[in-house]
Nanobody, 125 residues
Framework: QVQLVESGGGLVQAGGSLRLSCAAS????????MAWFRQAPGKEREFVAV????????SYGDFVKGRFTMRRDNAKNSLSLQMNSLKPEDTAVYYC??????????????????WGQGTQVTVSS
């Protein structure tokens, strides 16, 4: 079992930046591929970014277009999502998630066994 807690959300103007963090407890994060998802009101949960267990490989949702950077620090059992050039359509609750033990690397919600409680990101126009 791993417990995840996100932080760093808030209100920012369009064009601004935020850095989300996810702290883990329980098992070591190095055991898991990790991802960020987001969910806006009335919409399905959407893939944002994923990072391999080693941190070498990352992949991003098409809408990111170079604006976000996901990193992990296995020594500190944490990961981050640096978000730049934010747009109003980025407004959502952002969740970090740990993949199931047999899952290598996936962008699918169903591949993730552990979720944080989410942190709200609001981008004003």
């Amino acid at each position: 079992q791993v417990q995840l807690v996100e932080s760093g959300g808030g209100l920012v103007q369009a064009g601004g930046s935020l850095r989300l963090s996810c702290a883990a407890s329980g098992r070591a994060l190095s055991n898991y591929a990790m991802a960020w998802f987001r969910q806006a009101p009335g919409k399905e949960r959407e893939f944002v970014a994923v990072i391999s267990r080693s941190g070498v490989v990352t992949s991003y949702g098409d809408f990111v277009k170079g604006r976000f950077t996901m990193r992990r620090d296995n020594a500190k059992n944490s990961l981050s999502l640096q978000m730049n050039s934010l747009k109003p359509e980025d407004t959502a609750v952002y969740y970090c998630a740990a993949a199931g033990p047999l899952v290598e690397f996936t962008t699918q919600v169903s591949g993730y066994a552990y979720w944080g409680q989410g942190t709200q990101v609001t981008v004003s126009s």
